[in-house]
């Protein structure tokens, strides 16, 4: 059993920052693999990234690479979203979902956040 929890999300100007936190609980195996989707109204849901709770090795969509940054502390069992240059595209729903091996956002995630709320104005 795994339980995740959100948090951070808020309204930010373009070219702001934010992060993003997911708080993670239950069977370890089962949380390998901590992902972020997002969802904006009316689109598909889109993989932001991934990261091997293991040892912390990340992937990125093309589209946030060299603006997003995943990162966790094991010790409390979170995992961050840092995200840096939002643009008014980036608004959406934030999820945080997890799952066993491999960490690949093209799989369908056994545990999923209730989601937190980004909005870029411009």
């Known amino acids: 059993q795994v339980q995740l929890v959100e948090s951070g999300g808020g309204s930010v100007q373009a070219g702001g920052s934010l992060r993003l936190s997911c708080a993670v609980s239950?069977?370890?195996?089962?949380?390998?693999?901590i992902a972020w989707f997002r969802q904006a109204p009316g689109k598909e849901r889109e993989g932001v990234g991934s990261i091997y709770t293991r040892y912390g090795g990340t992937n990125y969509a093309d589209s946030v690479k060299g603006r997003f940054s995943i990162s966790q502390d094991n010790a409390k069992r979170t995992v961050f979203l840092q995200m840096y240059s939002l643009e008014p595209e980036d608004t959406a729903m934030y999820y945080c979902?997890?799952?066993?091996?491999?960490?690949?956002?093209?799989?369908?995630?056994?545990?999923w956040g209730q989601g937190t709320q980004v909005t870029v104005s411009s």
């Open positions: 239950g069977t370890s195996y089962m949380t390998n693999c």
């Open positions: 979902a997890a799952d066993s091996l491999p960490c690949l956002l093209r799989k369908e995630y056994k545990y």
